[in-house]
């Protein structure tokens, strides 16, 4: 059983474009995180949110926390090509395992 | 260096064979991780150790075993290899506190 699923599956869009990921479960998390993971690499993490309804920014990149902290937004401003990868949530429950979503493979066109 | 590595970061096996894959770390961290990763499934865990000697079942454990003698070796073992086992492998550690780092992965046919 899936707990977290990631929409949409794969995202393909022209340079300078907005785009909005999404992870959801019916489970709550006591954290989420975010990775991104190159071609031929291990998922690197990107941000980790805690609080219900916060929200993060790196650069471009805004991440939020629902309310409930049982889903999580990734909101990129004008894509750029170095955006392109697979992106990952990752939600935690206070123990040591990590429970990882879908995954949302991005594609940013020049 | 420091870091986590994996090896082999290819492998071509035959179902029916035994196959081991490899993962070092040089943080000290206590706990390590195995997954696999599928289009459509993201990661999942196979095992995790929290210590030397400690290991237990994650998400998708069989057809799998693990070992883990010292604390910097963690391998993963298919004793008999079958087709579904075809994935990518990724080793993970980690100090209770900072976030997991992963290896490059392991990319295992199984023909």
């Known amino acids: 059983t899936q707990l977290l699923e990631q929409s949409p599956q794969f995202l393909s869009i022209q340079e300078g474009e907005n785009l909005t990921v999404y992870c959801n479960s019916s489970?709550?998390?006591?954290?989420l995180q975010w990775y991104r993971q190159e071609p031929g690499e291990g998922p690197v993490l990107l941000v980790t949110v805690v609080t219900g309804g916060e929200v993060k920014k790196l650069k471009r990149l805004t991440f939020q926390f629902g309310d409930a902290r049982k889903d999580s937004s990734l909101h990129i401003t004008a894509a750029q090509p170095g955006d392109t990868g697979l992106y990952l949530c990752?939600?935690?429950?206070?123990?040591?395992?990590?429970?990882f979503g879908t995954g949302t493979r991005l594609t940013i066109i020049p | 260096d420091a870091g986590i590595t994996q090896s082999p970061r290819y492998k071509i096996t035959e179902t029916g064979r035994q196959v081991t894959l490899m993962c070092h770390q040089t943080?000290?961290?206590?706990?390590m991780f195995w997954y696999r990763q599928d289009l459509g499934h993201g990661l999942r865990l196979i095992y995790y150790s929290a210590a030397a000697d400690i290991t237990d079942k994650g998400e998708v454990p069989d057809g799998y075993v693990v070992s883990r003698s010292k604390t910097e070796n963690f391998p993963l073992t298919l004793e008999s290899a079958t087709r579904s086992q075809t994935s990518v492998y990724f080793c993970a550690s980690w100090d209770g506190n900072q976030p997991q780092h992963f290896g490059d992965g392991t990319r295992l046919s199984i023909l």
């Open positions: 943080w000290s961290h206590s706990y």
């Open positions: 489970s709550v998390f006591s954290s």
């Open positions: 990752a939600g935690e429950r206070g123990n040591e395992k990590l429970t």
